[in-house]
């Protein structure tokens, strides 16, 4: 948290569980060396894993940067450490994420009409910008935020400056190209469709399924299928139940 928000707030938290994700990848990975181990050598292996260490194991940059250069690294808001301008900006209609990453783009972006008044000597290089980044950050702000993003999103694609909507949850779901990614899942009881995130790639099984997952069964939902299979009468799974056994 420490390192997410602006320079002089608080700390904030990650927008999306990555304790619980991250550990989850580092998990499968190591699932799946343990059944490459015994396919190869016939061996079991013990897996030890811990949220906090996965956690901690994806804050590379920070922790190599602060220790190697003694350099105190916290939350900077949207604002790039070496690049400017590189940030967030607000538009009539949203938000905008710019990177201008060199003096060449730059310059291409101040011979558009509505960024002129930027076309100063002390910013045509990095440096400069750098140097003054809240001054002309709050500048293109100034400009940006008179016009929609999808304008700005053109007139950057035209001269082929990175430049992207940052969109609400519900524009990414519409994105065509998410859309056709996105999995289903339709509860039998009460006939409620509920709609998931994309796979992180589309495998031949989910295809088959026309992206549609079975719903998650209830508590006890299955008992007289499994136990059933097992020779159990409906007059013990009652029993079972009342004695709390299921």
Not at 42 to 66: A, D, K
């Amino acid at each position: 948290m420490d390192l997410t928000g602006e320079a002089d707030g608080d700390p904030q938290v990650v927008g999306v569980p990555l304790p619980d994700m991250g550990t989850s990848e580092h998990s499968y990975g190591l699932l799946m060396k343990a059944l490459f181990k015994r396919e190869a050598t016939g061996e079991g292996s013990c897996i030890n894993m811990s949220m906090f260490e996965s956690s901690v194991s994806w804050m590379t940059v920070p922790i190599t940067l602060s220790t190697l250069f003694n350099k105190a690294i916290t939350r900077r808001g949207n604002t790039h450490e070496f690049f400017c301008p590189v940030s967030v900006y607000k538009t009539s209609n949203g938000f905008v994420y710019m990177a201008v990453g060199n003096d060449r783009q730059w310059k291409s972006m101040v011979t558009l009409e509505m960024f002129k008044s930027l076309d100063k000597q002390e910013y045509e290089k990095n440096a400069g910008r750098i140097g003054d980044v809240q001054n002309l950050n709050r500048a293109i702000s100034e400009i940006t935020k008179n016009h929609t993003s999808e304008e700005l999103i053109d007139l950057f694609n035209s001269l082929t400056l990175p430049i992207s909507k940052i969109k609400t949850i519900p524009e990414v779901i519409a994105d065509p190209l998410v859309e056709r990614r996105i999995l289903y899942s339709q509860d039998p009881v009460t006939g409620k469709k509920i709609t998931l995130p994309p796979p992180p790639n589309m495998t031949p099984f989910l295809e088959q399924l026309d992206r549609q997952l079975s719903f998650p069964p209830r508590f006890g939902e299955h008992n007289k299928e499994i136990y059933g299979k097992l020779g159990y009468s409906d007059e013990d799974l009652v029993r079972l139940k009342e004695n709390k056994v299921i």
